[in-house]
């Protein structure tokens, strides 16, 4: 999971780890870091065709974001289901995303997709971190 910039600038950090820790989640990495445009673009390389990505690259490396590995059974889902959807007008009520996000791109938060994709994002932001 990445706590995104809109969340780290309204102090709103603290707020969304207290949810996920409520939620049975248990932080194995934890680290702020800020994005260069270009790490950015890598990160999000797979929506590079899409009309958001530029603006998107841009908003993610405007600030300070919180990359952390989560441990839970079920994590990828449990994680989706707690945030909500990308959209928080669409989002259901008491997600984060319903709870916390600007809009569709400022949505305070980012989950991995699948497992696959989750092991690709840890090594991405947490280089020969071992969790076995
Ligand atoms: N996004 C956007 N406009 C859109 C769709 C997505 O700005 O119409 C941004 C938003 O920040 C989202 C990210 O691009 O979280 C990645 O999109 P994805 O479809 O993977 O959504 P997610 O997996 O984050 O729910
Ligand atoms: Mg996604």
């Given at each position: 999971?990445?706590?995104?910039?809109d969340?780290?600038?309204?102090?709103?950090?603290?707020e969304?780890?207290?949810?996920?820790?409520q939620?049975g989640?248990?932080?194995?990495?934890m680290r702020?870091?800020t994005?260069?445009?270009?790490?950015?673009?890598?990160?999000?390389?797979?929506?590079?065709?899409?009309?958001?990505?530029?603006?998107?690259?841009?908003?993610?490396?405007?600030?300070?974001?919180?990359?952390m590995?989560?441990?839970?059974?079920?994590?990828?889902?449990?994680l989706?289901t707690?945030?909500?959807?990308?959209?928080?007008?669409?989002?259901?009520?008491?997600?984060l995303r319903y709870?916390?996000?600007?809009d569709v791109?400022?949505?305070?938060?980012?989950?991995?997709?699948?497992?696959?994709?989750?092991?690709k994002?840890?090594?991405f932001?947490?280089?020969?971190?071992?969790?076995?």
């Amino acid at each position: 999971m990445i706590i995104k910039p809109d969340a780290s600038s309204r102090n709103l950090i603290g707020e969304i780890i207290r949810r996920i820790e409520q939620s049975g989640f248990v932080i194995r990495a934890m680290r702020l870091e800020t994005l260069s445009p270009d790490r950015a673009k890598a990160f999000y390389a797979v929506h590079k065709e899409r009309p958001f990505y530029e603006s998107l690259c841009r908003f993610m490396s405007s600030g300070p974001i919180v990359p952390m590995v989560l441990e839970k059974e079920n994590a990828v889902d449990n994680l989706r289901t707690l945030i909500g959807a990308t959209n928080p007008k669409e989002a259901a009520c008491g997600t984060l995303r319903y709870d916390l996000a600007v809009d569709v791109e400022k949505n305070s938060v980012h989950a991995s997709d699948s497992p696959e994709n989750a092991r690709k994002e840890i090594a991405f932001f947490f280089e020969g971190i071992d969790l076995d």
